[in-house]
């Protein structure tokens, strides 16, 4: 008996009515935008000639690409009333200038008359000397010392300005607050430790109280805590009474204050034990702590008696670079200023929080990121300027979006859980973002009847945004500029030379 080998035939089926999406796009293109910008019009159309006069009016007179911005992030919060507004553009566009002009709309048009700005420390007086040279009548505090409670004090108490006026917080400044300890009794209770079968073992041990009313403490789960396990970096308060239990301490302070001026003046780069002594000789521990503290120019720029530059400029840079980052304070009140503007300020003193560095303010647990926050529950609105808006993950949007328009975050779903905004932060990644899983499958040990396998899921972050994402919470509160949109004659020539280094025999 024989049997024939069966032969399968392929038959490819075309249809004409098919079109790739390139054709696609091409034959229904324009149809298609049209109709979305239909469904969705944009929220600024046109320039206001009212605004357009007061751009003309003012020192510096933007160029026609940041003048159109301007005007933009004024429509998205002077006519919108939308509670942020992001304006995002390259190093060089000249974000600085384009965010002080939209304050000085605000101020012409009755909208605004404070703007408080959190600067990076080494920029605020670049900061107060682009206002002066911008808007006329402006008045700028400067605050970014030691002396910055006492400034917030003074301002409190001053008369209004008949003008625009302008706060400049250095954000490291900000951020700095007071140091703190946990403050509680101990009661000795009797517990039973175990029983060895002829009677119970007791021990007397020591249990955390309130120093108020005396009522024990107890953690989440219910428990008495002993005082080694008590949590010295949570600010807990009495369930019964709610009083504190932790209470301020001042940290220990060198009287020697050129002893701590030299310690300081060591963690800058180029500058050891040597060049510090010769600093302090020079100048004294009075005018290179104000440096420090306040002005890090006045640092980078001192002179020496034949009237040449202490530091080189490479020693400045690095120097300059280092104190971006690095504050110091003597003898500084220990109070958070943003926590002190937050709870002896009315709401609404400072109408416009500028936020520049915005991106900086993304991390969840950064305490700058949390004073920020602060701030902005203190305001009437924010604007925010950046040139890195997103980081390649949801969640880096999802803080600065919550700090700075937390009603419209709310609405959308997201909240605090248990006082915690992780499950709301995973929430927006999940549904805007990328969220990986990770399934590990392992085979564990022969039980008595089956084998078993363990299986264990994590997740993890992952860069991406979804369009949906950048539709509603990217495009509707943000201005893009880009560097090559000035056109030409704005910025100066540039060209690159190439130069050939011949290689030594080593």
Not at 327 to 350: H, L, M, N, T, V
Request: aromatic content about 8%; hydrophobic content about 40%.
């Amino acid at each position: 008996m024989s049997s024939q080998p069966q032969q399968e035939t392929m038959v490819e089926t075309t249809c004409d009515n098919v079109l790739s999406l390139h054709s696609f796009i091409d034959q229904f293109g324009e149809g298609l935008l049209s109709n979305i910008e239909a469904a969705h019009p944009a929220r600024y159309q046109s320039p206001s000639e009212a605004r357009t006069r007061i751009l003309q009016s003012l020192k510096r007179t933007p160029f026609e690409v940041q003048a159109e911005a301007i005007q933009a992030i004024s429509t998205l919060l002077l006519d919108e009333h939308a509670p942020a507004g992001i304006l995002n553009g390259e190093m060089g566009v000249g974000k600085t200038m384009m965010g002080i002009a939209a304050t000085a709309i605000a101020y012409h048009e009755g909208k605004a008359q404070r703007f408080l700005v959190l600067s990076p420390p080494h920029l605020v007086y670049k900061w107060r000397r682009e206002i002066l040279d911008t808007v006329p009548d402006a008045k700028v505090w400067v605050l970014n010392g030691p002396d910055t409670l006492l400034s917030l004090l003074k301002l409190r108490e001053a008369a209004k300005h008949d003008g625009p006026e302008y706060v400049v917080l250095g954000r490291v400044r900000m951020r700095m607050g007071y140091h703190w300890q946990p403050a509680y009794q101990t009661k000795t209770l009797k517990r039973t430790l175990g029983h060895d079968g002829l009677r119970a073992q007791t021990a007397l041990l020591k249990f955390v109280c309130c120093p108020d009313c005396g009522q024990l403490v107890k953690d989440e789960e219910g428990e008495l805590i002993a005082p080694s396990h008590f949590p010295v970096d949570q600010q807990l308060r009495c369930a019964h009474c709610h009083s504190a239990l932790w209470t301020l301490k001042r940290q220990r302070q060198d009287d020697n204050l050129t002893k701590t001026v030299s310690r300081a003046l060591q963690t800058l780069p180029t500058i050891g034990k040597v060049t510090a002594g010769r600093l302090l000789d020079g100048f004294g521990e009075r005018v290179l702590a104000k440096a420090l503290t306040d002005n890090i120019y006045e640092l980078v720029n001192l002179l020496d008696a034949e009237g040449e530059f202490v530091f080189n400029e490479r020693q400045a840079e690095r120097i300059e670079r280092k104190l971006a980052k690095t504050q110091f304070a003597f003898g500084q009140g220990d109070y958070q200023a943003s926590e002190f503007i937050k709870r002896y300020f009315p709401y609404g003193f400072f109408d416009w929080l500028v936020i520049d560095e915005a991106h900086e303010y993304k991390n969840s647990g950064a305490a700058q990121g949390q004073a920020m926050q602060v701030l902005a529950s203190s305001v009437k609105q924010c604007l925010l300027l950046t040139g890195t808006l997103m980081g390649g993950y949801a969640e880096d949007l999802f803080y600065l979006l919550w700090r700075t328009m937390p009603s419209i975050m709310m609405n959308d779903g997201y909240r605090y859980h248990r006082g915690k905004l992780g499950s709301a932060a995973l929430a927006f990644s999940q549904e805007h973002g990328i969220i990986k899983e990770i399934m590990k499958v392992t085979d564990e040990a022969n039980h008595k009847t089956a084998k078993g396998k363990n299986v264990r899921v994590s997740q993890t972050r992952a860069p991406g945004f979804g369009p949906l994402g950048v539709a509603k919470y990217v495009l509707p509160y943000t201005v893009f500029v880009k560097l090559k949109e000035m056109g030409e004659g704005v910025l100066p020539d540039y060209q690159e030379h190439f130069i050939e280094v011949e290689m030594d025999s080593e």
